[in-house]
T-cell receptor, first 112, second 116 residues
Framework: NAGVTQTPKFQVLKTGQSMTLQCAQD?????MSWYRQDPGMGLRLIHY???????DQGEVPNGYNVSRSTTEDFPLRLLSAAPSQTSVYFC???????????FGQGTRLTVV | AQSVTQPDIHITVSEGASLELRCNYS??????LFWYVQSPGQGLQLLLK??????LVQGIKGFEAEFKRSQSSFNLRKPSVHWSDAAEYFC??????????????FGKGTKLSVKP
Protein backbone atom coordinates (compact mmCIF):
# COMPACT_ATOMS: atom_id res chain seq x y z
CA ASN A 1 0.00 0.00 0.00
CA ALA A 2 1.79 3.10 -1.26
CA GLY A 3 -0.74 5.65 0.05
CA VAL A 4 0.42 9.18 -0.79
CA THR A 5 3.72 9.46 -2.63
CA GLN A 6 5.62 12.71 -2.99
CA THR A 7 8.65 13.35 -5.16
CA PRO A 8 11.30 14.59 -4.79
CA LYS A 9 12.12 14.30 -1.09
CA PHE A 10 14.69 17.10 -1.22
CA GLN A 11 15.23 19.95 -3.67
CA VAL A 12 17.41 23.04 -3.88
CA LEU A 13 16.38 25.78 -6.28
CA LYS A 14 17.83 29.10 -7.24
CA THR A 15 15.67 32.17 -6.97
CA GLY A 16 13.56 32.54 -10.10
CA GLN A 17 13.69 28.89 -11.11
CA SER A 18 10.52 26.91 -11.61
CA MET A 19 9.71 23.39 -10.58
CA THR A 20 6.88 20.96 -9.95
CA LEU A 21 6.40 18.95 -6.80
CA GLN A 22 4.71 15.69 -7.60
CA CYS A 23 2.01 14.01 -5.54
CA ALA A 24 0.19 10.78 -6.28
CA GLN A 25 -2.28 8.73 -4.26
CA ASP A 26 -3.61 5.24 -4.89
CA UNK A 27 -6.57 5.27 -2.50
CA UNK A 28 -9.08 6.74 -4.96
CA UNK A 29 -9.62 9.74 -2.70
CA UNK A 30 -11.56 12.67 -4.04
CA UNK A 31 -9.94 15.32 -1.85
CA MET A 32 -6.28 16.26 -2.23
CA SER A 33 -4.41 19.17 -0.73
CA TRP A 34 -1.03 20.80 -0.36
CA TYR A 35 0.29 22.22 2.88
CA ARG A 36 3.51 23.95 3.76
CA GLN A 37 5.11 23.56 7.15
CA ASP A 38 7.32 26.26 8.62
CA PRO A 39 8.84 26.34 12.12
CA GLY A 40 6.36 27.66 14.67
CA MET A 41 3.63 28.01 12.05
CA GLY A 42 2.15 24.54 11.91
CA LEU A 43 0.74 23.44 8.56
CA ARG A 44 -0.90 25.97 6.29
CA LEU A 45 -3.13 25.05 3.38
CA ILE A 46 -1.86 26.19 -0.02
CA HIS A 47 -4.33 24.73 -2.53
CA TYR A 48 -6.80 21.93 -2.52
CA UNK A 49 -8.95 19.90 -4.88
CA UNK A 50 -12.29 18.21 -4.33
CA UNK A 51 -12.08 16.13 -7.48
CA UNK A 52 -10.56 15.90 -10.93
CA UNK A 53 -10.81 19.24 -12.70
CA UNK A 54 -11.70 21.17 -9.53
CA UNK A 55 -9.16 23.18 -7.53
CA ASP A 56 -9.34 26.09 -5.13
CA GLN A 57 -7.10 28.30 -3.05
CA GLY A 58 -6.26 27.76 0.56
CA GLU A 59 -4.73 30.08 3.12
CA VAL A 60 -1.39 30.80 1.38
CA PRO A 61 -1.82 30.31 -2.40
CA ASN A 62 0.39 33.09 -3.76
CA GLY A 63 3.31 31.88 -5.86
CA TYR A 64 1.85 28.41 -6.39
CA ASN A 65 -0.28 26.81 -9.10
CA VAL A 66 -2.06 23.48 -9.13
CA SER A 67 -4.10 21.37 -11.51
CA ARG A 68 -5.94 18.09 -11.13
CA SER A 69 -6.36 16.22 -14.38
CA THR A 70 -6.76 12.79 -12.76
CA THR A 71 -8.01 11.52 -9.41
CA GLU A 72 -4.57 10.16 -8.59
CA ASP A 73 -2.28 13.13 -9.23
CA PHE A 74 -2.12 16.64 -7.81
CA PRO A 75 1.12 18.44 -8.75
CA LEU A 76 2.16 21.73 -7.18
CA ARG A 77 4.00 24.20 -9.40
CA LEU A 78 6.30 26.98 -8.34
CA LEU A 79 6.55 29.32 -11.30
CA SER A 80 9.34 31.57 -10.01
CA ALA A 81 10.83 30.37 -6.76
CA ALA A 82 11.54 32.84 -3.97
CA PRO A 83 13.49 32.36 -0.73
CA SER A 84 10.20 32.80 1.17
CA GLN A 85 9.09 29.50 -0.36
CA THR A 86 11.79 27.60 1.50
CA SER A 87 9.71 25.13 3.48
CA VAL A 88 8.63 21.54 3.88
CA TYR A 89 5.71 20.71 1.63
CA PHE A 90 3.18 18.02 2.39
CA CYS A 91 0.60 16.56 0.08
CA UNK A 92 -2.45 14.92 1.63
CA UNK A 93 -5.51 13.08 0.42
CA UNK A 94 -8.79 12.29 2.08
CA UNK A 95 -11.94 10.41 1.11
CA UNK A 96 -14.28 13.35 1.61
CA UNK A 97 -15.48 16.35 3.54
CA UNK A 98 -13.67 16.90 6.86
CA UNK A 99 -12.43 13.33 6.98
CA UNK A 100 -9.04 12.03 7.98
CA UNK A 101 -6.18 13.30 5.81
CA UNK A 102 -3.45 10.89 4.76
CA PHE A 103 -0.09 12.56 4.34
CA GLY A 104 2.91 11.96 2.15
CA GLN A 105 6.44 12.00 3.55
CA GLY A 106 7.07 15.58 2.52
CA THR A 107 9.39 17.49 0.21
CA ARG A 108 12.02 19.69 1.79
CA LEU A 109 12.56 22.65 -0.55
CA THR A 110 15.33 25.20 -0.19
CA VAL A 111 15.41 28.31 -2.37
CA VAL A 112 18.74 30.12 -2.44
CA ALA B 1 -12.94 32.21 11.10
CA GLN B 2 -12.41 28.80 12.57
CA SER B 3 -9.06 28.29 14.24
CA VAL B 4 -7.08 25.92 16.43
CA THR B 5 -4.88 26.92 19.35
CA GLN B 6 -2.26 24.77 20.99
CA PRO B 7 -1.11 26.87 23.95
CA ASP B 8 2.04 24.89 24.69
CA ILE B 9 4.89 25.14 22.21
CA HIS B 10 7.18 22.70 24.02
CA ILE B 11 6.55 20.25 26.85
CA THR B 12 9.05 18.02 28.63
CA VAL B 13 7.90 15.04 30.68
CA SER B 14 9.73 12.19 32.35
CA GLU B 15 9.39 8.71 30.95
CA GLY B 16 6.53 6.95 32.71
CA ALA B 17 4.78 10.17 33.67
CA SER B 18 1.34 11.12 32.42
CA LEU B 19 0.84 13.54 29.57
CA GLU B 20 -1.82 16.04 28.58
CA LEU B 21 -1.51 18.22 25.48
CA ARG B 22 -4.00 21.03 25.17
CA CYS B 23 -6.03 22.01 22.14
CA ASN B 24 -8.72 24.66 21.86
CA TYR B 25 -10.74 25.36 18.75
CA SER B 26 -13.08 28.07 17.65
CA UNK B 27 -16.65 26.89 17.37
CA UNK B 28 -17.96 25.26 14.25
CA UNK B 29 -21.43 23.84 13.80
CA UNK B 30 -20.11 20.28 13.81
CA UNK B 31 -16.59 19.97 15.10
CA UNK B 32 -14.51 17.37 13.32
CA LEU B 33 -11.40 17.05 15.47
CA PHE B 34 -8.11 15.26 14.94
CA TRP B 35 -4.76 14.70 16.59
CA TYR B 36 -1.72 13.93 14.47
CA VAL B 37 1.85 13.04 15.43
CA GLN B 38 4.97 13.87 13.46
CA SER B 39 8.30 12.22 14.18
CA PRO B 40 11.43 14.08 13.02
CA GLY B 41 11.76 14.07 9.25
CA GLN B 42 8.50 12.20 8.79
CA GLY B 43 5.02 12.92 7.59
CA LEU B 44 1.99 13.19 9.83
CA GLN B 45 0.28 10.15 11.28
CA LEU B 46 -3.25 10.19 12.62
CA LEU B 47 -3.52 9.35 16.32
CA LEU B 48 -7.28 9.70 16.73
CA LYS B 49 -10.34 11.55 15.53
CA UNK B 50 -13.70 12.74 16.82
CA UNK B 51 -16.75 13.23 14.67
CA UNK B 52 -19.67 12.55 17.02
CA UNK B 53 -20.84 10.23 19.76
CA UNK B 54 -18.77 9.29 22.79
CA UNK B 55 -16.72 12.30 23.82
CA LEU B 56 -13.78 10.18 24.98
CA VAL B 57 -12.02 8.69 21.99
CA GLN B 58 -9.28 6.12 21.95
CA GLY B 59 -6.45 6.20 19.49
CA ILE B 60 -3.32 4.37 18.56
CA LYS B 61 -0.21 4.04 20.73
CA GLY B 62 -2.23 4.31 23.95
CA PHE B 63 -3.44 7.87 23.37
CA GLU B 64 -6.90 9.17 24.12
CA ALA B 65 -8.61 12.53 23.81
CA GLU B 66 -11.71 14.06 25.34
CA PHE B 67 -14.01 16.43 23.51
CA LYS B 68 -15.51 19.09 25.77
CA ARG B 69 -17.94 21.28 23.89
CA SER B 70 -18.45 23.69 26.80
CA GLN B 71 -14.72 24.43 26.88
CA SER B 72 -14.12 24.15 23.11
CA SER B 73 -11.30 21.77 23.91
CA PHE B 74 -9.99 18.48 22.62
CA ASN B 75 -7.06 17.60 24.87
CA LEU B 76 -4.80 14.64 24.18
CA ARG B 77 -3.76 12.38 27.04
CA LYS B 78 -1.57 9.39 27.72
CA PRO B 79 -1.25 7.78 31.15
CA SER B 80 2.39 6.74 30.85
CA VAL B 81 4.78 8.27 28.32
CA HIS B 82 7.45 6.24 26.56
CA TRP B 83 10.69 7.66 25.14
CA SER B 84 9.42 6.82 21.65
CA ASP B 85 6.57 9.32 22.13
CA ALA B 86 9.00 12.21 21.69
CA ALA B 87 7.67 13.98 18.60
CA GLU B 88 5.59 16.96 17.56
CA TYR B 89 1.84 16.78 18.01
CA PHE B 90 -0.72 18.67 15.97
CA CYS B 91 -4.36 19.25 16.69
CA UNK B 92 -6.60 19.87 13.68
CA UNK B 93 -10.22 20.80 13.04
CA UNK B 94 -12.31 20.36 9.92
CA UNK B 95 -13.51 23.58 8.35
CA UNK B 96 -17.27 23.58 7.91
CA UNK B 97 -17.84 27.15 6.77
CA UNK B 98 -15.99 29.91 4.99
CA UNK B 99 -13.16 29.38 2.57
CA UNK B 100 -11.44 26.01 2.27
CA UNK B 101 -14.39 24.24 3.88
CA UNK B 102 -14.02 20.49 3.95
CA UNK B 103 -10.31 20.78 4.66
CA UNK B 104 -8.37 20.60 7.91
CA UNK B 105 -6.85 23.56 9.71
CA PHE B 106 -3.95 22.81 12.02
CA GLY B 107 -2.65 24.23 15.24
CA LYS B 108 0.97 25.29 15.41
CA GLY B 109 2.00 22.14 17.19
CA THR B 110 3.39 21.06 20.56
CA LYS B 111 6.83 19.53 20.67
CA LEU B 112 7.13 16.78 23.26
CA SER B 113 10.47 15.87 24.80
CA VAL B 114 10.80 12.84 27.09
CA LYS B 115 13.40 12.71 29.87
CA PRO B 116 14.86 9.31 30.78
Amino acid sequence: NAGVTQTPKFQVLKTGQSMTLQCAQDMNHEYMSWYRQDPGMGLRLIHYSVGAGITDQGEVPNGYNVSRSTTEDFPLRLLSAAPSQTSVYFCASSPGWNTEAFFGQGTRLTVV
Amino acid sequence: AQSVTQPDIHITVSEGASLELRCNYSYGATPYLFWYVQSPGQGLQLLLKYFSGDTLVQGIKGFEAEFKRSQSSFNLRKPSVHWSDAAEYFCAVGLDYGGSQGNLIFGKGTKLSVKP
